[in-house]
């Protein structure tokens, strides 16, 4: 059981370029999630899904962009990258309300 | 909306000695409320949670987190921490009716030998 898995790791993007945070999750869990976490600032909620076909966002969603075609996968997409970018990226999945996330390991992306 | 607010950026404490990460919440609604646990370079692992019944909930490696209404408090307690509890631990909350975490800014705690 795989759990969530995100890829790439490592990431270094010039200003302007594009790139796709890939998350995929195995556990038929209905609701998925992208958060990033900056030093001393926590977790913040970028976008969402709570099925197939059905995103919102959440905190800070300006610059990105999702889409949920399947349970299983939830990418994340960043236009035109900024150095306000530079963060790490963590997806995560909930079967509902109330059962706490399993997260991914994360993807560090730098922007320069 | 619902907000977090751990009042510790940095606990340092010594092995063996008892430690408190404290955790207050702000919400007009009901709430579940969780912990979690960071080791470095890694995602967040679910430590343990406030769903309803006993207001005292444990986790299975000795953390206990005592949930206070009338404090709108979460506070996380351990009687005695190993090297092992070093890690950065979230407080987060979210709202009965809906699946979204609102996270705190995290407290790093040290533990020293």
């Known amino acids: 059981n795989a759990g969530v898995t995100q890829t790439p790791k490592f990431r270094i993007l010039k200003i302007g370029q594009s790139m796709t945070l890939q998350c995929t999750q195995d556990?038929?869990?209905?609701?998925m999630y992208w958060y990033r976490q900056d030093p001393g600032m926590g977790l913040k909620l970028i976008y969402y899904?709570?099925?197939?076909?059905?995103?919102d966002k959440g905190e800070v969603p300006n610059g990105y962009n999702v889409s949920r075609s399947t349970t299983e996968d939830f990418p994340l997409r960043l236009e035109l990258a900024a150095p306000s970018q530079t963060s790490v990226y963590f997806c995560?999945?909930?079967?509902?309300?109330?059962?706490?996330?399993?997260f991914g390991s994360g993807t560090r992306l730098t922007v320069v | 909306a619902q907000s977090v607010t751990q009042l510790d950026s940095q606990v340092p404490v010594f092995e063996e000695a008892p430690v408190e990460l404290r955790c207050n919440y702000s919400?007009?609604?009901?709430?579940?409320l969780f912990w979690y646990v960071q080791y470095p370079n890694q995602g967040l692992q679910l430590l343990l949670k406030?769903?309803?019944?006993?207001?005292l909930v444990e986790s299975i490696n000795g953390f206990e987190a005592e949930f206070n209404k009338s404090q709108t408090s979460f506070h996380l307690r351990k009687p005695s921490v190993h090297i092992s509890d070093t890690a950065e631990y979230f407080c987060?909350?979210?709202?009965?009716?809906?699946?979204?975490?609102?996270f705190g800014e995290g407290t790093q705690l040290t533990v020293n030998p």
């Open positions: 995560a999945s909930s079967i509902d309300r109330g059962y706490g996330y399993t």
């Open positions: 556990m038929n869990h209905n609701y």
């Open positions: 899904s709570v099925g197939a076909g059905i995103t």
């Open positions: 919400s007009s609604v009901s709430v579940y």
């Open positions: 406030y769903l309803s019944g006993s207001t």
């Open positions: 987060a909350v979210s709202e009965t009716s809906g699946s979204r975490l609102t």
